[in-house]
């Protein structure tokens, strides 16, 4: 069964609400306790009126709050990231079938404001093998902000915008980046309601959480706190502020594992809903969307890239996420939970999915 929760109609519709709905809200500030360590205080911020972090920069390493073996391993890390970054044995991967563009999905609560970027996705078009890749890159890897200092790789954009975003993502896994685009939480919304909604199967542990990042934007909009929020599992056609909700959600499942895999999911639901239009709804649907992002994509490119979505329809999408199995440590930080990766591996492994290289094996 598949809920139409814009039109707020079902088959079997009670009216009446769960009790997830009434508690949502201390459901996710326990859940936000429990990981405030790895997550932003989504209340704190809101009420304080700023989106930049206070934990942004890390200048030392702060080893009075941990063991010599756990100093040991922070050390290595530390190592394998002034290796990587002074390593030019592993130049920067480019090739002229590749096409490679970093969505960017910042965790901003004001419209036009600065954040840390929530979602990092390198959207990978390969014309020699007619592959699209989707390649997520997990918010807490600890690596080298160039002209800063070490940090979780979210930071870069709060840092220093898109360009030093795309500037961290080149140096550090040897990908380059051709164009960016960017999009906050308001511009997220009104995409995905742009195409109707996403239809998306929404679990009985989901619902808490994503009720309760929906009434953080009902709250900061001005609208009735319960307003889109769901009351069973089941499957629905989420609109744009459920849509978030459901890939923010870091809490079930496997944390930020999770959740960019849910990021994948619903991408791979537009990218579905949007190769199905011609060219004259492709161009409304530009129209209507390009208002709402930041990119460095030319007027040219965008026109380039609306007439190929007919050929590139045809393109196996492909999905996966960086760091892969077996190639990270979670480690603190600072106090921070940071992902510490074998970036060798990872390269390597870029080389392969994006752009074929087979002799890459690590």
């Known amino acids: ?52 972090p206070s934990d942004i920069e890390i200048e030392t390493v702060d080893a009075a709050s941990v063991n010599a073996s756990q100093q040991d391993e922070i050390l290595t890390f530390e190592e394998n990231i002034r290796t990587n970054m002074e390593s030019n044995q592993t130049p920067i991967m480019q090739d002229k079938d590749v096409f490679n563009i970093l969505l ?25 093998t007619k592959e699209i890749i989707a390649t997520s890159l997990l918010r807490d890897i600890y690596l080298h902000i160039p002209g800063k200092s070490n940090n979780r790789i979210n930071a870069a954009y709060a840092l220093g915008g898109a360009d030093l975003l795309m500037d961290t ?6 990908l380059q980046i051709d164009r960016y685009i960017s999009v906050d939480f308001f511009a997220f919304i009104d995409i995905v309601d742009a195409i109707g909604g996403v239809t998306l199967e929404v679990s009985e542990k989901d619902i808490p959480v994503i009720n309760g990042y929906i009434e953080e934007i009902n709250t ?6 319960t307003k889109d929020q769901l009351t ?13 909700g459901y890939v923010r959600n870091r809490y079930v499942g496997n944390s930020d594992f999770e959740r960019t895999n849910r990021q994948r999911k619903v991408l ?31 007027q040219g490119e965008i026109f380039s ?3 190929s979505v007919p050929s590139y329809a045809k393109y196996d999408l492909k999905q996966w996420r960086i760091p892969i199995d077996g190639s990270y440590t979670g480690v603190r930080i600072k106090g921070m939970s940071v992902l510490g990766i074998d970036f060798e591996k990872n390269i390597k492994e870029i080389q392969r999915k994006i752009y074929g290289v ?3 094996s690590p």
């Open 1 to 52: 069964m598949v809920y139409d929760v814009n039109n707020n109609s079902k088959s079997d519709h009670t009216g009446e609400l769960s009790p997830f709905v009434s508690e949502s809200k201390l459901t996710l500030s326990t859940l936000e306790n429990e990981k405030l360590a790895s997550e932003i205080d989504l209340k704190s911020l809101s009420e304080s009126g700023t989106d930049q």
């Open 104 to 128: 960017i999905g910042s965790d901003t609560r004001k419209v036009g404001g600065n954040g840390r970027s929530d979602a990092m996705i390198v959207i990978s078009i390969n014309k020699k």
């Open 169 to 174: 993502v080149e140096e550090n896994f040897k």
């Open 220 to 225: 900061l909009t001005g609208q009735e706190i």
């Open 232 to 244: 069973e599992e089941g499957t629905y056609l989420l609109n744009g502020k459920q849509t978030l």
């Open 268 to 298: 791979e639901k537009i990218f579905e809903g949007v190769k199905g239009l011609n060219l004259l709804e492709l161009n409304k649907l530009m129209n209507t969307l390009l208002p709402q992002v930041t990119t460095n994509l030319t």
């Open 305 to 307: 890239l609306i007439l």
């Open 358 to 360: 087979e002799n890459a």
